[in-house]
């Protein structure tokens, strides 16, 4: 397990935050994270980062949070390939169920791909269930899985 430091991301990390995208299958969108990192955003949406606690304090995984009507939304969770089964996603999704609860929300959601089940086992752990399945949703046809959960989120026991 390794336990970063997690905080509040800012436009200096877009560029530590596009080197993770550029890794990953899952990117948030550059111009999204643009607009909604910069200084005039009038966005309601948050974005936690997990750095090393070194020097240098590289951006290790981020996580972002926004609203879909009353609840909380999960928009990324994303780790660097190097760190990822270390404890850090799980970390990250801990910040957002304390950063959703301030902001006053009582459920959290999220879409992942039906084959991702790196994540949906992650969001299992951490009390999400899934809701229903909303066919062909992302753009090579494949189905998304929603997933709901209370908060805050509590992870289950394994057996
Ligand atoms: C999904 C993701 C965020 C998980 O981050 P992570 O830091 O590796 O996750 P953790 O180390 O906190 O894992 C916690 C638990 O999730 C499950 N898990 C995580 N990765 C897994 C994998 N590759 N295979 C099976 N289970 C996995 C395990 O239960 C794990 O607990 P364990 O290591 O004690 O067995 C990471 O794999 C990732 O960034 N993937 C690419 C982006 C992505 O798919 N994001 C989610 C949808 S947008």
Known sequence: MYVPDIDF??????????????????SWPEEVIRSDLSDNSSSEITYLGAFASTAEAPLLGYAVLGREKRE??????????IYQ????????LVAVSDCAMYLKFRRLKLK????????????????FVGETVRRGYYSNGEDAVIMS???PLKERALN
């Open 72 to 81: 909380g939304l999960l928009m990324a969770l994303i780790v660097d390939r």
């Open 149 to 151: 959960a209370k908060l």
């Open 112 to 127: 992942v791909r039906k084959s991702n089940s790196a994540a949906i086992s992650l969001y299992s752990q951490m009390s």
């Open 85 to 92: 089964r270390r404890g850090i996603g799980r970390q990250l």
């Open 9 to 26: 991301l800012t436009s200096d990390d877009i560029p530590d935050i596009l080197r993770i995208n550029a890794e990953s299958q899952c």
